[in-house]
C-alpha cells in the first residue's frame, strides 16, 4: 500500500498523534529498508508498553506502508475511537466466541490484497520483569504459512520508559528515546508443505520471538535470558506454590 493510498483516517488520526510523539520521545529509528516496497507482509513486534502501539505505529507510517493492528473488539465500539478504528481498517479481535476465527480470516485476506498486517506475538503487555518478549501465541505464524508472505520482525525500547507496563502516569523527564530495529524477514520456509499441527506451529512462533528478541538484543545491548517468560509456566508454577504453602500451613496447625 503506497503512501498516496495511506487513505483520510490514517492521516487523520496521524495528524492528531505524531505532534505530541515528537514532543515526548526522541526517535532512534532503524531497518526501514527491510520494510517491503510493495507486496502483503505482516510485522511481529514486541510489547511492553501501553505507549508503544502509537510510537511502532509512528515508525510504521513513515516507511509509507501503514500496518492494520489486530485489537481488541471492544475498541471498536467507543466513539470516536471505534471510528478512527475502523476508518483505519484496524482487525477486531473477538476471543472466545463463535467470531474468533473472524480476525485470522480477515488478516488472510488484508496479506493476500497487498496490505500490512501488524501482530504483537506475545497477546499482551510482556510480563518478564526486565521487559523481554515473552512466548508468542501462534496467530502471526498461522498466517504467514497460510500465505508464505514475508514476516518482518521488529523490536522497540524506550515507550516502557515513558508508561511503564501498567503504570497510571507517564514518566515525562527526561524525554526518553524510542528505539525501533527492523531486522530482514524471518526464514520459514522449512515450515512451508507441512501439515499446520500445533507442534509445527509452536516451532515457527519460537523462531519469530526469537528474530525479535535478537533485534532487542542489539538494540539494549544485552542478552536475553536463555528461557523465555512463559506466563501459562508461572501460574502453574505459581498454584503449586501456593498449594504447598496452604498444605504446609495446615501442617502447622495440627
Sequence with gaps: MPRRRIG???????????????????????GMEHIPAKGGFITVVNHNSHADPFA????????GRVPRFL????????????????????????RESADALSAFRAAIDAVERGEC???????TLTRDPDGWPMTGKTGAARVALQTKCPVIPIAQWGANELLPPYARRPDLFPRKTHHVLAGPPVD???????????????????????AITRLLEEIRGEKAP???????RERIEQRRRTQAQAGGEQESGK
Design 117 to 123: 498486517v501488524a501482530f504483537y506475538p506475545e497477546g
Design 56 to 63: 511502532y505505529a509512528h515508525y510504521q507510517y513513515n516507511t
Design 226 to 232: 536463555e528461557t523465555p517468560y512463559d506466563p501459562r
Design 8 to 30: 483520510f483516517w490514517y492521516r487523520f488520526a496521524a495528524v492528531i498523534c505524531k505532534p505530541p510523539l515528537v514532543v515526548l520521545i526522541k526517535r532512534d529509528w532503524r
Design 188 to 210: 520459514l520456509t522449512r515450515f512451508y508443505g507441512k501439515e499446520m499441527t500445533p507442534e509445527l506451529l509452536k516451532e515457527a512462533t519460537e523462531a519469530i520471538m526469537a
Design 71 to 94: 485489537a481488541k473488539s471492544g475498541l471498536f465500539k467507543k466513539g470516536f475511537i471505534g471510528a478512527a478504528m475502523r476508518g483505519t481498517g484496524q482487525i477486531p479481535v473477538y
